[in-house]
């Protein structure tokens, strides 16, 4: 089936500093890949998207690839700020093995950073 | 006002309640989704629905019922409650296009005691 793998947190940074979290895929077919973050006490927005292979998605100086050949599709940002502070969650949409696209959602990866 | 709005915000409940959980949408989506969120296992889908005629199981849907009454309103319910579906509940909605991007409601944090 399809699964999702990013790397565990916290992640802790300091202000300033660079941010790389890492994803991973495994899916059948040509998927879309998306990031969401959540912010303390809220539910998940879409930070970025790409729907397909060398597309780089890209939202309030965040980035991120879809990288085929290495089914990534990792999330960067060159400056964090303590309010990028949150939990960050890949995903996918891709087919299901019954035939409709159903999202799936990595396990998130919490960041923080100190001023 | 939100697009997606879940009730209630917040329930303690007692083991053997039964209890639902409301999602409303004002988006004009046809999909809808429900998951849970618990620490360390990020979000697993419960049930989703492609219109008010298809109901569909997600990977964790024992224990679980939903009702999705009109297109803008999908209903979780727990039918007998126990501690470990204490968990904190998101609806969600999407176009049908797959390159579509999900939206989120607030959340609804469930304590079952």
């Known amino acids: 089936g399809n699964s999702v793998t990013q790397m565990e947190g916290p992640v802790t940074l300091s202000e300033e500093a660079f941010l790389t979290i890492n994803c991973t895929y495994t899916?059948?077919?040509?998927?879309?890949l998306f990031w969401y973050v959540q912010y303390p006490g809220e539910g998940l927005q879409l930070l970025l998207k790409a729907t397909k292979a060398d597309d780089k998605g890209s939202n309030k100086g965040f980035e991120a690839t879809y990288r085929k050949e290495t089914t990534s599709f990792h999330l960067e940002k060159g400056s964090v700020q303590v309010s990028d502070s949150a939990v960050y969650f890949c995903?996918?949409?891709?087919?299901?093995?019954?035939?409709?696209?159903?999202?799936?959602f990595g396990r998130g990866t919490s960041l923080i950073v100190h001023p | 006002d939100a697009d997606v709005t879940q009730t209630p915000r917040n329930r303690i409940t007692k083991t053997g309640k039964r209890i639902m959980l409301e999602c409303s949408q004002t988006k004009g989506h046809d999909r809808m989704y429900w998951y849970r969120q618990d620490p360390g296992l990020g979000l697993r889908l419960i049930y989703y629905?492609?219109?008010?005629?298809?109901?569909n199981k997600g990977e964790i849907s024992d224990g679980y019922s939903v009702s999705r009454q009109a297109q803008a309103k999908f209903s979780l319910s727990l039918e007998s409650a126990i501690p470990n579906q204490t968990a904190l509940y998101f609806c969600?909605?999407?176009?049908?296009?797959?390159?579509?991007?999900?939206?989120f409601g607030p959340g609804t944090r469930l304590t079952v005691l």
């Open positions: 969600a909605t999407s176009d049908r296009d797959r390159g579509r991007e999900q939206f």
């Open positions: 629905s492609f219109d008010v005629k298809d109901i």
């Open positions: 899916a059948t077919g040509y998927p879309s």
């Open positions: 995903a996918l949409s891709a087919e299901s093995s019954g035939g409709s696209y159903i999202p799936t």
